[in-house]
């Protein structure tokens, strides 16, 4: 397994990191090419605890990232202190992530992300200290969902590093008190999401093919 890019996400990438906040890994992997020949393809995630730690392969990260999928997707688009593994491979791959976004993709997944979490917040019983810091967690996740959401839609790049944490975490203590006032948020973010935005119609999918072809001549052996 060739670790290819790989970085800190997750509550330290978004900047609502506080001292109990778990340390999320994210990365890439680029499996040996041989592997692929058999009668059993190779794993395409791996995932441990203590460390907490996704690695995806390279072409499965990249189907989910043509897809939308906001936590793979950030991995491109991380701060650059962030990154712990970035090799010239990972590197290429940072330098074409604006193929894998389309305005579908998008508004799909952040709000669609969104409103689970608005519901899950609805749902959760918050009669105890346990059940109302996991409720305000499902606020902030909300309110970040949004925020990158219409972020992208409207400037065609993915914000990390949330610009107000403070802000973010107001509001994810007002929600978790008054979960109905997030309905708000998330009309909002509809309303802006039906306006034209600046992402393609569909992903461009050639720069990532490409992309992976070079991936596995490079893993393939050399004797």
Known sequence: MHVLLSGIVGSTAYGLAHAGSDLDRLGLF??????????????????????????????????????????????????????????????????????????????????????????????????????????????????????????????????IRLPDPERVRALGERYADRPEEAAALLADAEARFDRPGVLPAAPDERPAEAWLRRVRTAHLPTA
Request: glycine share 8%; hydrophobic share 35%; aromatic share 6%.
């Open 30 to 159: 680029a499996a040996p090419t041989v592997a692929f020949h058999g009668l059993h393809r190779p794993a395409e995630s791996h995932v441990t605890t203590a460390p907490d730690r996704t690695l995806h392969e390279a072409a499965k990260w990249c189907r989910l990232a043509l897809g939308g999928n906001p936590t793979a997707t950030e991995l491109v688009w991380l701060p650059e202190e962030l990154y712990e593994t970035r090799t010239p491979l990972g590197e290429e791959l940072i330098g074409l992530r604006q193929s894998f976004l389309s305005a579908p993709a998008a508004r799909n997944s952040y709000l669609g992300y969104a409103g689970q979490q608005f519901r899950k917040l609805a749902a959760r019983d918050r009669t105890d200290d346990s059940g109302r810091a996991r409720a305000a967690k499902h606020a902030r996740h909300l309110v970040r969902l949004v925020h990158q959401g219409v972020t992208l839609h409207e400037t065609g790049r993915i914000e």
